[in-house]
């Protein structure tokens, strides 16, 4: 049985009635046909009868990027069957020219659209030296499908673009060029900095989305990247406040429109529930031009008030922020739709969008003309964050997302048990977690950092907790004194709630930094391997980069993603799965982790040998240059298992002729053994690294070893790890993503 359900979120933003101009390919004459009169036309403006054709692309039959007696042939051989029975795109129907030329169009002979919304995407980063590619969005909207036992049906429909173009008389940066079919985004050469360009994709042949692309460019050297800078001070512009409210209908229909997963069967006592939320805007003054937008949600049990201290931080570099008072999603409506309430309290996002909107209309409001639509974000703490990322799955135009300690919606209310966000949306994420959380614990998180797809990065803070996120409440914190015995080990917070709010402000300005204000110094941080030694957070990343060599990512295990055999020895344990030993949160059943998992000899010598081909078929890492890998402990939940790192290991690369570089692996690994800012301070935290850490290795390490090691042929690659038997526990280990960037 399948039934089809649309779920209606209502948008909000700018409402499009704009058709783009255009052209097909051979009308020549702009007379809205194709025959001999454009073969004539052609002629005519070629032998100086008429001094010029209204649409030179139109002219340019055989799309050379030229006028000349090739393209009244082009059109005759169509015209009487001589040739072709089509022309280049755009041919049949309105279009833009796929490979942009300087011929122009002066006078567009026809239009198409209509353009139903925009979205700004950031593709691949680009660094110089390595061929790009780069990949717009391949659909308009994502479709989510819903099945319990032989029932299924369809909660949105899935729509995909099938054409991609440049806006007329447009070009793309540099030498790349656009397929219009695929929409892949290719080339080799392009000025360090970032680009802007636009780009249409078209939907079922007539409804046109506009994108707003960026490509962050490297240089080879990655010298925009700037270390060592401290985002967690003031910055220069004095803040205010504005405080408003709205009014809210919360839908409260019953029965739910398909089968919701382990929920209540209680009946909301009525269909509708109007509420009024009061909304608080933080004002940078003295802004000379338009600003960024944040709008956050506190989520369950927070205040709105309650993230002053972030807020102004961020207002006063520059970005204006707004937060909503919404507490209804995350309790009366869970009573009769689920746990969460995510999908509720993201309808409050995007009505606050549309609010803002209005208000930044009236020339009389402080907001009026302050507001770049290009640069919005949504953020949440909690199940805020949770609602912010749900806010960007119904609203695409959105630049990032940032969760502070966010939930994951993916069973929430109003989806029932679905295939919803096992690919979270295609924009860049800042996730900041803690460690001590006993609220949303880090598995939690890690969970959803598997399903990113775009430039994404993970934070895991040492000692934190989840109320000290925020400026009031210590929900999900432990009263307790930590102690280096079970359970306080891993349930007491051991750093103040200043110190977890100032790395907290370090890293949400670093990543608006980088989206909001197109700033590529922040990239090492994000990106790079700026902070993977920390004992302050563990860092993980996916930095987007363009024409990543994967070798390994597990979910072919035991084949590596070269389709060679990965292999092991004195291992206790060697297999795909799940680096985590505490299924929370419930219900089941977990969404399936793709990491390598192994257990270590408790005492010798364990090794994982991972092919890369043969001696006479080799791999090139061609200019890449640094080996990464996703490394963790593994956590033994309520154990004393701070062990730090309890082995020794080594990495080696080998080449086609036999020459090896062997480096220590530790020595990329975090080093301090105890937190350096416990509280309180006389403390003693061991600190255990049991977060995922991306590890970065630069190439030109192994060539310090063994100079002659040829990067154009490499046939191996292997891990040995060395125990010594004095581990209290398992040595478990998570292992993923190894790739050449």
């Not at 709205?246 to 209680?266: D, G, K």
């Not at 974000?377 to 199940?383: A, L, Q």
């Not at 690294?689 to 063994?706: C, D, G, H, K, N």
């Not at 790890?721 to 998570?734: K, L, N």
Request: hydrophobic share 35%.
């Amino acid at each position: 049985m399948t039934l089809v359900i649309l779920l209606l979120i209502p948008l909000s933003g700018p409402v499009w009635s704009v058709d783009l101009p255009g052209f097909v390919r051979g009308e020549a004459n702009g007379d809205q046909g194709v025959d001999i009169s454009d073969a004539i036309t052609i002629l005519q403006y070629l032998f100086g009868v008429s001094n010029e054709l209204p649409c030179l692309d139109a002219g340019d039959a055989n799309d050379d990027g030229a006028i000349d007696l090739g393209d009244a042939i082009g059109t005759l051989n169509l015209v009487f069957g001589g040739g072709p029975a089509q022309l280049p795109p755009p041919f049949g129907q309105c279009g833009t020219d796929p490979t942009p030329d300087n011929l122009g169009c002066l006078i567009p002979s026809c239009s198409f659209g209509p353009i139903v919304d925009e979205r700004p995407f950031t593709l691949e980063t680009g660094r110089s030296g390595l061929p790009y590619r780069g990949d717009l969005p391949t659909f308009r909207q994502e479709g989510v499908t819903w099945s319990i036992g032989p029932q299924q049906g369809i909660v949105r429909e899935e729509i995909s673009f099938d054409e991609y173009g440049l806006l007329l008389d447009s070009t793309l940066p540099g030498d790349l060029t656009l397929d219009p079919v695929t929409g892949a985004v290719t080339g080799t050469s392009l000025a360090p900095g970032i680009h802007h360009f636009e780009i249409w994709g078209r939907a079922g042949g007539e409804e046109v989305s506009l994108i707003h692309c960026t490509i962050p460019w490297l240089s080879e050297d990655e010298s925009e990247w700037i270390s060592g800078q401290d985002l967690s001070g003031p910055g220069p512009y004095p803040v205010s406040s504005l405080n408003s409210s709205f009014n809210f209908t919360h839908q409260l229909p019953w029965p739910p429109p398909y089968p919701l997963y382990v929920c209540s069967t209680q009946q909301p006592p009525d269909t509708e529930h109007l509420e009024s939320k009061a909304m608080r805007i933080y004002m940078p003054a003295g802004l000379n031009a338009p600003a960024p937008l944040l709008i956050f949600h506190h989520g369950s049990g927070f205040d709105w008030a309650d993230y002053s201290n972030l807020l102004e931080h961020l207002a006063s570099h520059g970005v204006i922020c707004v937060s909503v008072n919404d507490p209804f999603p995350y309790f009366p409506y869970t009573d009769w739709y689920c746990w969460g309430g995510h999908d509720e309290a993201a309808r409050v996002l995007l009505e606050v969008r549309g609010i803002i909107s209005q208000l930044e209309a009236n020339p009389a409001h402080p907001l009026s003309g302050m507001i770049d639509w290009n640069r919005l974000f949504y953020s949440g703490h909690s199940r805020g964050g949770g609602t912010a990322m749900a806010a960007c799955e119904f609203d695409p135009d959105v630049r990032g997302v940032i969760m502070l300690q966010g939930t994951d919606a993916r069973r929430d209310s109003w989806i029932g048990h679905t295939s919803r966000w096992k690919r979270l949306p295609d924009i860049p994420v800042l996730s900041v977690t803690a460690e001590q959380d006993t609220d949303v614990t880090y598995p939690f998180s890690e969970r959803i950092l598997e399903r990113f797809t775009g430039p994404s990065t993970t934070v895991t803070i040492y000692g934190g907790c989840h109320g000290f996120t925020s400026d009031a409440s210590e929900i999900g914190c432990s009263s307790c004194l930590w102690q280096e015995t079970a359970p306080e080990v891993d349930s007491c917070t051991y750093i103040t709630r200043d110190l977890q709010q100032k790395l907290t402000r370090h890293w949400v300005l670093a990543f608006l930094r980088r989206y909001a204000f197109d700033d590529l110094s922040t990239g090492g941080l994000l990106y790079g391997d700026e902070e993977q030694r920390s004992s302050y957070f563990s860092v993980n990343s996916r930095s987007n980069l363009s024409s990543p060599l994967v070798i390994a990512d597990f979910d072919n295990f035991p084949l590596s993603n070269l389709s060679l055999p990965i292999v092991s020895s004195n291992m206790l344990l060697f297999e795909s799965g799940s680096c985590y030993d505490w299924p929370f949160p419930l219900p089941q059943p977990i969404d399936s982790i793709s990491n390598l998992v192994f257990i270590l000899s408790p005492n010798g010598v364990s090794s994982i040998g991972i092919p890369f081909g043969s001696p006479t078929s080799p791999i090139d890492i061609g200019p890449r240059k640094r080996l990464l890998l996703r490394l963790k402990n593994h956590d033994i939940h309520l154990a004393l298992d701070n062990l730090g790192y309890p082995y020794n290991a080594t990495l080696s690369l080998t080449d086609a002729n036999g020459r090896s570089a062997e480096i220590n692996l530790r020595d990329y690994l975090p080093g301090e053994e105890f937190h350096p800012e416990p509280a309180p301070p006389l403390t003693q935290v061991r600190l255990k690294y049991q977060r995922f850490i991306t590890v970065a290795i630069p190439v030109t390490s192994f060539l310090e070893v063994e100079p002659l090691l040829d990067f154009s042929s490499l046939t191996g690659m292997t891990v040995q790890f060395v125990t010594d038997g004095s581990a209290s526990e398992d040595i478990r280990i998570g292992l993923d993503d190894i790739r050449f960037e």
